[in-house]
């Protein structure tokens, strides 16, 4: 049973336009959450994150939104650049130390020149 | 940003051996580093936390006899995947955090392992 879902195996954006990537979880006692961006080849990096006390943490042209009540996570990248093609996973933590993460499948964002 | 690195970064090996990957964390005390497996198209996979000097935590369904994990310093973590078989074939990826970074993971740029 997974626990944290990404239901869009891949995402088509054009260059400057919003990519908006969804995530959902299903444990209620997870409290932390991130967002990693990975390359191929490569291990993820880090990119983002947010806690349960809050709703929204902007970061650049990153933004993640946290919905707890429907245990719905998105992240928000605006405008969108060909660089930010690669596969982005959510993660998320039941500690606000964030060591034990259930990542999700990933979404592969593609953004057209 | 704290780095990471991992050795060797790409393997092929046959039937029956055993391969040792390495996990080191370069500039910063890993007080914790974790393994990491993934499969095409599908989420990292954790299979076990260790700490410095300590006995690594496997996750359920992952064989500690088959998967040796350890952590002898706090800039050093091996994973030696023992008997391999093509089964074993995947991505295999390490991170670390310590007290400093609390909040964040820092991962190897993984190795791939192809069991032949």
């Known amino acids: 049973d997974q626990q944290v879902k990404q239901n869009s195996p891949s995402l088509s954006v054009q260059e400057g336009r919003i990519s908006i990537l969804n995530c959902d979880y299903t444990n209620s006692m997870f409290d932390y959450f991130l967002w990693y961006k990975k390359y191929p080849a490569e291990g993820p990096t880090f990119l983002i994150s947010i806690s349960s006390i809050k709703d929204k943490n902007e970061d650049g042209r990153f933004t993640v939104f946290l919905n707890k009540s429907a245990k719905h996570l998105s992240l928000h990248i605006v405008p969108s650049q060909p660089g930010d093609s690669a596969v982005y996973f959510c993660a998320a933590s039941p500690d606000l130390n964030g060591q034990n993460f259930v990542f999700g499948p990933g979404t592969r964002l593609s953004v057209l020149p | 940003g704290a780095v990471v690195s991992q050795h060797p970064s790409r393997v092929i090996c046959k039937s029956g051996t055993s391969v040792k990957i390495e996990c080191r964390s370069l500039?910063?005390?890993?007080?914790?580093m974790f393994w990491y497996r993934q499969f095409p198209k599908q989420s990292l996979m954790l299979m076990a936390t260790?700490?410095?000097?300590?006995?690594?935590?496997?996750e359920q369904g992952v064989e500690k006899d088959k998967f040796l994990i350890n952590h002898a310093s706090l800039t050093l973590s091996t994973l030696t995947v023992t008997s391999a078989h093509p089964e074993d074939s995947s991505f295999y990826i390490c991170s670390a955090s310590s007290g400093v970074y609390k909040n964040e993971q820092f991962f190897g740029p993984g190795t791939r392992l192809t069991v032949l």
């Open positions: 260790s700490n410095e000097g300590s006995k690594a935590t496997y």
């Open positions: 500039d910063f005390q890993a007080t914790t």
